[in-house]
């Protein structure tokens, strides 16, 4: 679904229709910007909220069914009508179960955090997940849900995650600059993540 409507994006880019309004200020942004995610999510969005009109009856996540030559002209129209805004601000391995692994402490930073706990964050999240695929929509589900039993702290931070990394400080009072140039681990090392643009670490 997603395939076909990026495609039809680009010809509509091409032939100076409304995704060329609306990307216009964002044409030289590249990859790690996540363009392509942030217009699909946020038409998803329009979507979820029941903004979108016609094309919810072809997004899966709503109930719909996916066709692409009536669900790209509803999308198209969208486009059109939609005061969409896309704001500038936006190398892995598969991972594998540590059968001793216990999680002492959970922090965490975005330039623009969003709290899994509230609807808002979860509506967010839910924009940003493929609406055609029911797997994703089941990780999501299972990823809410233990954020909400489990929370952790999410902080702005403009620098994130380089500077996040330095300033960071633990319950115990150790910073994990200080962890990394070999002071005392008191709760072991620590493990940084990174979703979409940089993979993990």
Do not use: I
Request: charged share 20%; hydrophobic share 45%; net charge negative.
């Amino acid at each position: 679904m997603y395939a076909a409507l990026c495609a039809r994006l680009a010809d509509d880019l091409e032939a100076g229709g409304p995704t060329a309004a609306l990307l216009e200020p964002h044409v030289d942004l590249r990859g790690p910007d996540a363009l392509a995610l942030r217009l699909l999510g946020s038409v998803h969005r329009l979507v979820l909220e029941r903004r979108a009109g016609a094309l919810a009856a072809y997004f899966p996540s709503g109930g719909g069914v996916w066709e692409e030559e009536p669900g790209w002209a509803a999308f198209r129209e969208v486009l059109a009508d939609a005061a969409l805004t896309l704001d500038p601000a936006w190398s892995a391995h598969p991972g594998e179960a540590w059968p001793d692994l216990v999680v002492a402490e959970r922090h965490g930073c975005d330039t623009h955090p969003v709290d899994p706990t509230t609807t808002e964050g979860r509506t967010a999240l839910s924009a940003y997940t493929w609406p055609d695929q029911p797997a994703r929509w089941e990780r999501l589900g299972a990823a809410l849900e233990f954020a909400r039993a489990v929370p952790a702290e999410v902080v702005a931070e403009p620098g994130a995650p380089h500077a996040f990394l330095v300033t960071l400080t633990t319950s115990d009072g150790g910073a994990v600059a200080e962890r990394v140039l070999g002071t005392a681990e008191p709760h072991g090392p620590p493990c940084r993540w990174d979703p979409v643009t940089d993979g993990g670490g």
